[in-house]
């Protein structure tokens, strides 16, 4: 789970809240046209935009900025050198009888262990990422654009909300309720697109870096034992992955 994401979202709720309930009531900011308007259009661009099947993913797809399994590769090059070493000691195909949890070490380790030539290895897990970093920007790319939507509908309400005040001049009781519509459409489109979508989609981005990063040190570690490189050689290259300081942390260990 991503403490962080919670943290923001909470703090920017309190703070918009709070900044109401010192001023006014929140009944004064609940409008149902408005609410209607933003979050209709949006959700209507949405479907415009993208097909069925990827739109009715966006739900889960946001969640993965909330709840997602973090990625550790100190501990990922750690596990790569232990299957290093025993490719060294026994044989490369003894690495397919070693237990691997992640999905994406055990096909990698499954092509090594079948004695699958190095272009071959390399291409063919270069494929999962492509196609993983595409599945990535499809979620991404919704929510960024759902980011743009939002304060657009909320202009677009505003403009309704003046015409309909313009129109009944007139009328002093419906100069209210229409300025209502007009600053609070784009007061909600504001708040959705920037205190969700946009922050979303660019944590999205991070975790997508991340597991990327992973998945190529999981490529050049596998290449260096199908080549039988030194242990503590690949365990040198899959270090040039991490921060400075983190490597220099490593190495004081080792």
């Known amino acids: 789970m991503d403490i962080a994401t ?38 209507a661009t949405l479907f415009v935009k993208w097909p069925l099947e990827n739109a009715k993913t966006l739900v889960a797809v946001s969640m993965k900025s909330v709840f997602f399994s973090p990625v550790e590769p100190k501990e990922m090059i750690e596990q790569i050198q232990k299957l290093a070493e025993t490719a060294r000691r026994e044989s490369v195909f003894a690495l397919e009888s070693v237990p691997v949890e992640d999905t994406f070490l055990k096909k990698a380790v499954g092509l090594a262990a079948d004695n699958r030539p190095p272009e071959v290895i390399s291409a063919i897990l270069q494929m999962e990422i492509d196609a993983m970093e595409d599945r990535h920007s499809k979620g991404i790319a919704m929510l960024d654009g759902l980011g743009a939507d939002f304060p657009a509908f909320g202009m677009i309400g505003t403009l309704i909300g003046l015409v309909l005040m313009l129109k009944n001049l007139s009328d002093p009781s419906a100069i209210g309720p229409a300025m209502a519509v007009a600053l609070l459409t784009t007061f909600y489109g504001s708040v959705a697109a920037n205190l969700f979508c946009l922050p979303m989609a660019n944590k999205l981005k991070i975790r997508s870096k991340e597991e990327s990063v992973k998945m190529n040190i999981v490529i050049a570690g596998t290449l260096g034992i199908v080549a039988g490189e030194n242990p503590r050689l690949i365990r040198e290259k899959l270090d040039s992955f991490l921060p400075p300081d983190l490597r220099v942390k490593e190495e004081a260990k080792e």
């Open 6 to 43: 919670i943290i923001g979202v909470s703090l920017g709720m309190i703070a918009i809240i709070g900044s109401i309930m010192t001023s006014g009531s929140l009944d004064t900011f609940v409008d149902v046209p408005s609410m209607i308007v933003v979050g209709g259009g949006a959700a």
